[in-house]
């Protein structure tokens, strides 16, 4: 990938969101939040990609990866009034169809094409799946990295925001009570990810969130996730128990450690 294909496509991203754009508050309120989320991803790329790659190639490749991680979420939206996969269609596998369908990367060379599509189409799964190349799982560990951070960018503003002012598709519909999880809380204490289907309340959506740092990749990931400290501010909105105390204590160590690598 070179600087023009790298505009082209920048140029494509900004067209192809505007379409999306609607009359309608919150339909325009949700499209707008995956728009920024598209642009502060590709910004975190940057960020990673210019720590961990020499090759200024390859960090225009990263930028456009975080450009296109989320493109599948627009027609996602605007057919199912809903960012939740299960309950609608996998966002990483429309957002694959998206590209080609386009036919946006037909100027890269064919790996290029291959490794941005195989990213894209797999970015949203569980865990990193089998089966691909080592410059592919590559570039997919350094978009999930990206892609958390500014989704903990996401919900830090969300949760200090009041109900009606909320993004409506961001939230899961989950009930915001006081109470969480002990099974959740557990999720955060034994430094394992946490799963929706376990999801009751809020506040476990919040610790949830936590346990993603336990998925992190790499040591410029964790360093830019202490700069940016929005896992700090989820961290605010959360009650004050013993058990969470303890939890959070340990992640915060976890973090530091590792941002050192």
């Not at 505007?18 to 508050?25: G, P, T």
Request: glycine residues 4%; hydrophobic residues 40%.
């Amino acid at each position: 990938m070179d600087t023009i294909d790298l505009l082209s496509l920048r140029q494509w991203v900004s067209n192809y969101c505007r379409k999306f754009h609607s009359a309608n508050e919150k339909d325009h309120q949700n499209i707008v939040l995956k728009e920024s989320h598209t642009y502060n991803v590709a910004a975190n790329m940057l960020s990673i990609s210019g720590v961990l790659l020499r090759n200024r190639n390859k960090v225009m490749m990263a930028e456009a990866i975080g450009l296109l991680h989320d493109i599948g979420r627009f027609p996602q939206y605007a057919q199912y009034k809903t960012f939740r996969d299960s309950v609608s269609v996998n966002h990483g596998r429309l957002g694959a169809e998206v590209i080609k369908n386009e036919n946006i990367l037909s100027n890269l060379p064919v790996k290029e094409q291959e490794i941005i599509m195989d990213v894209v189409r797999f970015h949203n799964t569980p865990t990193v799946p089998g089966g691909l190349d080592a410059e592919t799982i590559f570039f997919l560990k350094l978009v999930r990295d990206a892609d958390k951070l500014d989704i903990w960018r996401v919900f830090a503003e969300y949760y200090e925001k009041d109900d009606a002012e909320r993004e409506s598709a961001a939230g899961l519909g989950l009930p915001d009570t006081p109470e969480h999880t002990d099974a959740i809380v557990a999720c955060l204490a034994e430094k394992r990810l946490a799963t929706v289907s376990a999801l009751r309340t809020l506040n476990d959506f919040r610790i949830m969130q936590l346990t993603w740092v336990y998925d992190l990749n790499f040591p410029a990931s964790f360093r830019l996730a202490i700069e940016q400290s929005h896992i700090e501010h989820i961290i605010a909105t959360l009650p004050e128990t013993d058990q969470l105390a303890g939890a959070v204590f340990a992640l915060r160590q976890y973090l530091m450690e590792k941002a050192r690598g």
